[in-house]
């Protein structure tokens, strides 16, 4: 496979699991693909951060670098959990979002999909595994919306 037929792949597969135009938004500019011992690419770094890894799975799970490229390409609510103030300490560190505080949802969500957790004005908190539907998200007062993969850190 080429590195053209391999980016190609790379941006149908965001494309397809994160909407129009993530490929393009994902994989811009310069970039540093890691390999398995077969060759398949299994992370996908930008020079500010890792963007991506591709499971075995075929899915992608977002870096923090990843999920501030997504919500500059993708409109609101697309791949987002917004929680609210009380989350918002935590979530920055890395842990949970639980239901109770989710204040906002892309409709779309389903348990399983990677997402982006932000706050108000689109701030990026962390991204992980949506773990409930939207409907179950905003509904249940009690459960883990999000499992947190990484945490975005202290504001720059």
């Known amino acids: 496979m080429t590195d053209l037929d391999e980016?190609?792949?790379?941006?149908?597969?965001?494309?397809?699991?994160?909407?129009?135009?993530?490929?393009?938004?994902?994989?811009?500019?310069?970039?540093?693909?890691?390999?398995?011992?077969?060759g398949r690419p299994v992370q996908v770094h930008a020079p500010e951060g890792r963007l991506v890894s591709l499971g075995a799975d075929g899915r992608f799970t977002l870096g923090i670098t990843g999920g501030r490229r997504l919500l500059e390409a993708l409109d609101a609510p697309t791949c987002r959990v917004v929680v609210g103030d009380e989350?918002?300490?935590?979530?920055?560190?890395?842990?949970?979002?639980?239901?109770?505080?989710?204040?906002?949802?892309?409709?779309?969500?389903?348990?399983?999909?990677?997402?982006c957790v932000v706050h108000r004005e689109d701030d990026l908190l962390g991204v992980g595994r949506a773990e409930l539907s939207a409907e179950a998200a905003i509904d249940f007062e009690t459960g883990m919306a999000v499992k947190l993969r990484e945490g975005a850190g202290e504001p720059e």
């Open 7 to 38: 980016t190609a792949r790379l941006h149908r597969i965001a494309d397809y699991q994160f909407g129009s135009g993530a490929g393009g938004a994902l994989f811009a500019g310069e970039l540093c693909v890691e390999r398995s011992s077969s």
């Open 87 to 115: 989350s918002k300490p935590f979530v920055r560190e890395g842990k949970n979002a639980f239901a109770k505080f989710v204040r906002g949802i892309d409709p779309a969500i389903r348990p399983g999909d990677e997402v």
